[in-house]
């Protein structure tokens, strides 16, 4: 048994602003139930939810400030938690990263530089709980410094670093190294430097002693220069220490069988019910209640990894067709405008929520036929896992998770029942609108429809191969 140290920013259903949170919910909970002993770190925000209790746990001081660390549970498992709680650093309104408005906090390097801090005190044992790490599983950039302050510690333990997205990096002016006390040994262009910055990603993909991220495919991607964001020449350099897992997805919460949040449940044997949530779509939409026409899905953040310019232009063209489009989501303010103006001049055909809504987004996954996930890149992607659960065919662009989780329908893989989406290669409105044609011909031939929806519905992305292959790769290391 492994003792593992979790280090996140997000984790539903405490906090969730994207996939981290799904992921960083549910592996715990996945190496839990293989018997690990997995404790998971993460400040303690003012929009943090939880049904548990929470108790105090300790006091520390650190940079001369004190910080209390509470106790609660992940709901429904046994996955201990331990909350950051700095009131003068978490306890706003907003989410983990920007405020109210959307900006930035002012002080997100003091802010998770603080959370790294208090993760290498736990990591050490310097709070006094009698548990050690074996392993310390790091997330993304707000955990990056994790690995680098740690390296400079004897008898540490190792050191996991899993990007998640390599396009948000913690990048903030060198004087941030020093507000941060950030140790002379570590400031350099080898280190936690980047062009006269400070970059807390660099903390993870220069120190730890392994690093991942979350599909085989974007592993090879970031090593270039098209995805890597002048960090490929690192990760090439590190490239015997980097890997891809694939992510799961989490069933308790993301099955067509036993999902609450639906009209009507339903499975493989009783897939002709999937209608009536595409009734109820249609409904909640204020769209023609129609059982014929394709309704095309997106549920994300809007920003252009995303792809949401390439589906602004080919929207006035998939108007000319027979469909219906729902999309939820929030982010960039000027594709917001757009895709409302959009919806305003169709109604009947485009029907457009903004904002975060958990209930909606299974209702689509459940009512929709096909799920557009056009990303220019994706390192994985959650949306399309659950789709293709929900028997909601994607169309997916051939980049990073996308390409490793939807197998194109083609003669072959038809007649070998693999087909489970339509995939698409060149990052362009016409290769889309390309993709879209296929995939509308493909749904007016029930029986073929019925076999991709099949295919899609019986695929494992259940986190036990995923948790296992983590598990091997903390005895690796
Ligand atoms: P990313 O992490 O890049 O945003 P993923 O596909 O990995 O993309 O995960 C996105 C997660 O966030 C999914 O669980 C998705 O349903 C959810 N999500 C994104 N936007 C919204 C929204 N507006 N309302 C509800 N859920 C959303
Ligand atoms: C990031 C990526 C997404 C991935 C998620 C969870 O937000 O954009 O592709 O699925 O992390 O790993």
Redesign the pocket.
Known sequence: MKKILFVTSEAHPLIKT???A??CGSLPKALAELSQDIKLIIPNYQALKTSENVRFMCAIRVDNRNINILETRMPDSHVIVWLVDYPAYYNYPGNPYVDEQGDSWPNNAERFGLFCRIAVEAAMDRINQDWKPDVVHCNDWQSGLVPALLSLENDRPSTLFTI??MAYQGLFPATAAAKLNIPGQLWHPAGLEFHDMLSFIKGGLVYADYITT?SPTYAHEIQTAEFGYGLEGLLDHRKEFLGGII?GIDLDQWDAENDTLIAQTYSVSTLDKKELNKAALQVKFALPVNDQVPILGLIGRLVE?KGIDLILECLPEMMEMDMQFVLLGSGDKDFEKQLKKLALLYPDKIAITIGYDEALAHLIEAGADIFLMPSRF?????NQMYSQRYGTIPIVRKT??LADTVTDTLPETLANQTASGVVFSEASSSALLEAIKRTLILYSMPDYWKKMQINAMKKDFSWQRSAEQYLSLYENI
């Open positions: 994207g996939g981290l799904d992921v998640h997205n979350v992510n990894q994706e390192p994985c992607g959650l990073g998770g």
